[in-house]
């Protein structure tokens, strides 16, 4: 089963500054995407980034990254320099091939911005 | 170019009504999602459609479910007989192709059974 695990349900950072949001996954499948998506209040979600699982370098959009680590099946986002409109529920995300690429989405994690 | 769009972006409808949800994919898009987003639940997995080919239902709670989509391009969910646990965010997704492109969604329609 493709299962998606995020372990912090809320998280704060002060504007600037930098934060990491966490992911593990479960999966037999040896070539697959992870995603990040965002949802802000207007409830629109929205790509944050996309890890190729056979690349070995990290993705990078701008101030966010990510830590893959292929062998421990961790997806982490890291967010630079956080800025207010960064304020969201941010999910990890992993395409189920049983149900034709369909997302398996985990929990989410709220992140607050503040001043 | 134009995103995913929903309609209604909200709906409240008494228990036991019949209510049908639509979207409208990005253009060129032979793969479409729906999913449900509710407190309780998170966000689920509904029915997948891809091109001409029959759809994967696996995900649809009961048979009070049903979607449709016409032409390859718009979609509708219905739900008959809403029950109050029918309240959630519904999604729509679309989709160049299923595995390696990222799925674009719409804003949702917010469904509330009284």
């Known amino acids: 089963a493709q299962t998606v695990t995020q372990s912090q349900p809320e998280m704060s950072v002060q504007e600037a500054e930098t934060v990491t949001l966490s992911c593990t996954y479960d999966?037999?499948?040896?070539?697959?995407?992870l995603f990040w998506y965002k949802q802000p209040p207007s409830r629109q979600m929205i790509l944050v980034i996309r890890?190729?699982?056979?690349?070995?370098q990290n993705a990078t959009e701008n101030r966010f990254s990510v830590n893959f680590q292929k062998a421990a099946k961790s997806f982490s986002l890291k967010i630079s320099d956080s800025q207010l409109g960064d304020t969201a529920m941010y999910f990890c995300a992993f395409p189920n091939p049983n149900s034709g690429y369909a997302l398996n989405f985990g929990k989410g994690t709220s992140l607050l911005v503040t001043p | 170019g134009a995103g995913v769009s929903q309609s209604p972006s909200n709906k409240v409808t008494e228990k036991g009504k019949d209510v049908e949800l639509r979207c409208d994919p990005i253009s060129g898009h032979t793969a479409l999602y729906w999913y449900r987003q509710s407190l309780g639940q998170g966000l689920e997995f509904l029915i997948y459609?891809?091109?001409?080919?029959?759809?994967?239902k696996s995900g649809l709670p009961s048979d009070r479910f049903s979607a449709e989509r016409t032409g390859g391009s718009v979609s509708t969910l219905t739900i008959q007989r809403t029950q109050q646990e029918d309240s959630a965010v519904y999604l729509c997704a679309s989709s160049l192709d299923g595995q390696f492109y990222e799925q674009y969604f719409g804003p949702g329609t917010r469904l509330t059974v009284t």
């Open positions: 999966t037999s499948e040896n070539n697959y995407y």
């Open positions: 890890q190729e699982a056979y690349k070995q």
């Open positions: 459609f891809q091109g001409n080919s029959a759809p994967d």
